[in-house]
């Protein structure tokens, strides 16, 4: 598949390594053009769950997403407050063929989102992949855990389910274990209540998220 990844941040990162390993066509968008070129120039580090460090070399990173082809899917995994500038500054791609998939934590992104993609064309999922950036370009594979996908409009599940099939065994392929859940919503608010004491818990030890897995 042919796929943006907007946000390098450990979510974006371990995304990006895993799908580029599947054999997926991926590109990376930011909004740092210094931090773009120095990933672009230096590759990824990719820490797998085993501890093996893999370089991933010639990244397709850009901070200008016109010079992205046209893709199939977009993938934001921005920090949820991020979401109206990244919907912004990636609208040259925001075209009628392609799918937006939010795999952001909370629930703010879910309201931002219809004002600028047709809500037909948004996918929303949750994620329980572990991932920790080390650096600007390093990534660990903190744990794997399952991927929940499902789309936006309830009534809409059906008509988008074939590409919900060939999204699910894209990432499979890609170990990116993934399942389709008609009212993903619901999905969302459950891993709402979870994050809500892990959040607790990592303010008050003062750990990452990716080292109380």
């Known amino acids: 598949m042919k796929i943006v ?8 990162l371990l995304f990006y390594s895993l799908l580029r390993t599947g054999g ?12 773009a070129e120095f990933i672009s120039c230096n590759g990824i580090n990719f820490i797998t769950v085993s501890g093996k460090v893999k370089r991933i070399k010639h990244v397709n990173i850009t901070a200008d997403p016109e010079d992205i082809p046209l893709p199939e899917l977009i993938i934001l995994t921005v920090k949820s407050y991020h979401t109206n500038s990244a919907l912004k500054k990636i609208h040259p791609l925001l075209k009628e063929n392609s799918y937006i998939l939010s795999v952001q934590n909370g629930l703010s992104h879910v309201e931002v989102m219809p004002k600028y993609v047709a809500p037909d064309r948004i996918l929303l999922g949750i994620t329980n992949q ?36 060939k999204l699910k065994t894209s990432f499979d392929k890609s170990g990116i274990n993934t399942e389709i859940h008609r009212d993903i919503q619901s999905v969302i608010w459950s891993k709402l209540v979870i994050n809500v004491g892990i959040n607790a818990l990592t303010a008050i030890t003062g750990y990452k998220n990716g080292r109380l897995v």
């Open 130 to 165: 572990g991932a920790t950036r080390v650096d600007v370009n390093t990534v660990r594979h903190a744990g794997r855990g399952d991927t929940i996908i499902g789309t936006y409009l309830w009534d809409n599940f059906f008509r988008s389910h074939k590409f919900l099939r």
């Open 24 to 35: 997926n066509e991926v590109y990376l968008v930011d909004k740092d053009r210094q931090r």
């Open 5 to 12: 990844i907007v946000g390098p941040g450990a979510l974006g």
